[in-house]
């Protein structure tokens, strides 16, 4: 069975901090998919990043960067200089070849101005 | 915008009514997964539809089923409502069932259940 963990529930930053989240996941496929997902209060999962599991680069976009190490299971999300519109629930996913996905509880972020 | 809708945004039902949910998957997408998503949790998976048949299913009951249509739209359809049905109900599509590099799952704005 899948599991992924977000053991960070609720994170509260002054504009402009940087910020990182933690994901921490098992499974037992050799070949899984890593997923950030960012929910604003709106509802939809609006999508950040999918990582292969064979590809441990890590990954800068923007203010956004992922730190995938699979020796330890974890594909943790950094911020860097945190805007307000950051503000949102972050969820961290995996799923096999099937793209059928699990997801960890997530984390609110919270970015005061 | 991810090019996936649903419908509708926001309905609230009485216990033991039926719903209709619906969703449009993203050009080109032909696998359509529904997820359940309650208040403070993240998203859990019901089922998967691919070629207009069940590809897979998550842990939750019969009263929980879906069609797929030969545009690959989908419907999620829930009977005898129960109060912890209740929740976000969110429709993601993909280009195919399977994960090689390149294909990616995106989300709809999702449909807010409430059963009173």
């Known amino acids: 069975a899948q599991k992924v963990t977000q053991a960070q529930t609720e994170i509260s930053v002054v504009e402009k901090e940087d910020v990182t989240l933690d994901c921490v996941y098992e499974?037992?496929?050799?070949?899984?998919?890593l997923f950030w997902y960012k929910q604003p209060p709106s509802g939809e999962l609006v999508f950040l990043i999918r990582?292969?599991?064979?590809?441990?680069q890590n990954e800068i976009s923007g203010r956004y960067s992922w730190n995938f190490q699979k020796s330890t299971s974890s594909f943790n999300f950094t911020i860097t200089a945190s805007q307000v519109v950051d503000s949102a629930v972050y969820f961290c996913?995996?799923?096999?070849?099937?793209?059928?996905?699990?997801f960890g509880k997530g984390i609110t972020l919270s970015v005061r101005p | 915008e991810t090019g996936v809708t649903q419908s509708p945004t926001h309905l609230i039902k009485t216990r033991g009514q039926q719903v209709t949910l619906r969703c449009s998957s993203q050009?080109?997408?032909?696998?359509v997964s529904w997820y359940q998503q309650a208040l403070g949790q993240g998203p859990q998976f019901i089922f998967q539809?691919?070629?207009?048949?069940?590809?897979g299913r998550g842990n939750f009951p019969p009263r929980f089923s879906g069609l797929q249509f030969p545009n690959y739209s989908s419907e999620l359809n829930v009977n005898a409502l129960e109060l912890d049905d209740s929740a976000l109900y969110l429709c993601?599509?993909?280009?195919?069932?399977?994960?090689?590099?390149?294909?990616?799952?995106?989300f709809g704005e999702g449909s807010w259940l409430t059963v009173v």
């Open positions: 993601a599509s993909s280009r195919i069932p399977r994960m090689p590099t390149g294909n990616t799952i995106y």
């Open positions: 499974t037992r496929d050799t070949t899984y998919y």
């Open positions: 990582r292969n599991s064979f590809d441990e």
């Open positions: 996913a995996l799923t096999g070849a099937n793209s059928k996905l699990t």
């Open positions: 050009s080109g997408h032909n696998t």
């Open positions: 539809y691919y070629r207009e048949e069940e590809n």
